[in-house]
């Protein structure tokens, strides 16, 4: 599976916009972005996942690149409720079983 | 709308007993996944289910064991349990292998 390369930590300043960088060089083309967060010991929460289009839902916008190789999770509006761990994962979705790998995640802390 | 439910949500053990953590997925699921997440760590991928089969294995111990039962649900298993398994314990679910999984809040074991 493609590896991700995410920020350590972000701040962001409660109701501006927030945006994750994810950087997936090696990505494949059948190959998936998904980003889930999870809030200090919750389980983890899924947000938005995408193969090559901009994807936008209630929670989040994502944002490819056309050469896919990176990514950036868009929060339009962040709130105190946003702070979290940011997980971007790269998942194989032809002849696998839909794992998902966990790596290092993005620390993000909104503040007010 | 149902989530993923997880039971017990606590549990002590002492070392070397046994332990059975389950995991009830969301109705109309039929594909099951475990997660182990160690203290200040990412949660590390363990085992998946599809079908009430097996689908994909990850870094769980010998010691461990899970299956899927004939109405969805799982449990994990875990003997001669180690201070080292002390970690939260998370299942998610998803409707088929590749589509978006949804994780439960997790069983946080202290193995003593």
């Known amino acids: 599976d493609a590896k991700t390369t995410q920020p350590t930590s972000m701040d962001c300043a409660e109701g501006r916009a927030a945006n994750l960088p994810c950087n997936h060089s090696?990505?494949?083309?059948?190959?998936?972005v998904y980003w889930y967060r999870q809030i200090h010991s919750q389980g983890p929460q899924y947000i938005i996942h995408g193969l090559k289009n901009n994807e936008t839902n209630e929670m989040a916008s994502l944002i490819i690149t056309e050469d896919r190789k990176s990514s950036t999770l868009i929060l339009p509006h962040a709130t105190l409720r946003d702070t979290a761990v940011y997980y971007c994962?790269?998942?194989?979705?032809?002849?696998?079983?839909?794992?998902?790998?966990f790596g290092a995640g993005t620390q993000v802390v909104v503040t007010p | 709308a149902a989530g993923v439910i997880q039971s017990p949500r606590h549990l002590i053990k002492e070392k070397r007993e046994t332990a059975t953590l389950k995991c009830y997925p969301i109705?109309?699921?039929?594909?099951v996944y475990w997660y182990q997440q160690g203290p200040g760590q990412d949660p590390q991928f363990l085992i998946s289910f599809y079908e009430k089969m097996q689908s994909d294995k990850g870094s769980i111990p010998d010691r461990f064991s899970a299956q899927q039962f004939s109405d969805y649900h799982s449990e994990l298993n875990m003997s001669s349990l180690e201070l080292g398994d002390s970690a939260l314990y998370f299942c998610?679910?998803?409707?088929?292998?590749?589509?978006?999984?949804?994780f439960g809040q997790g069983t946080r074991l202290t193995v003593v």
């Open positions: 109705p109309r699921h039929d594909t």
């Open positions: 998610a679910s998803s409707r088929a292998p590749n589509t978006e999984a949804f």
């Open positions: 994962i790269v998942r194989v979705t032809a002849d696998s079983w839909g794992k998902l790998q």
């Open positions: 090696t990505i494949s083309g059948n190959e998936y």
